[in-house]
């Protein structure tokens, strides 16, 4: 993406934050299907899109736990 920018998707229930590259359909699909890897929430419904970012440039902003 432009910028370097990355979709951020955010689990619901512990706050995590996924930053994906080169967002496309195959990919939102994945995220979609995949538990949180920090909380271990299910994923049918969990993840939000937050919006834009940079996982660089915004390290301390976001959960990385």
């Known amino acids: ?37 920090n909380c271990g929430q299910r994923p049918y419904g969990n993840w939000l899109l937050v919006g834009l970012g940079n996982s660089e440039e915004q390290r301390e902003d976001y959960n990385w736990q």
């Open 1 to 37: 993406m432009e910028n370097n920018n990355e979709v951020i998707f955010q689990c619901r229930k512990c706050e995590h934050n996924l930053f994906v590259e080169d967002i496309n359909l195959k990919l939102i699909d994945r995220v979609s299907k995949m538990d949180c890897p």
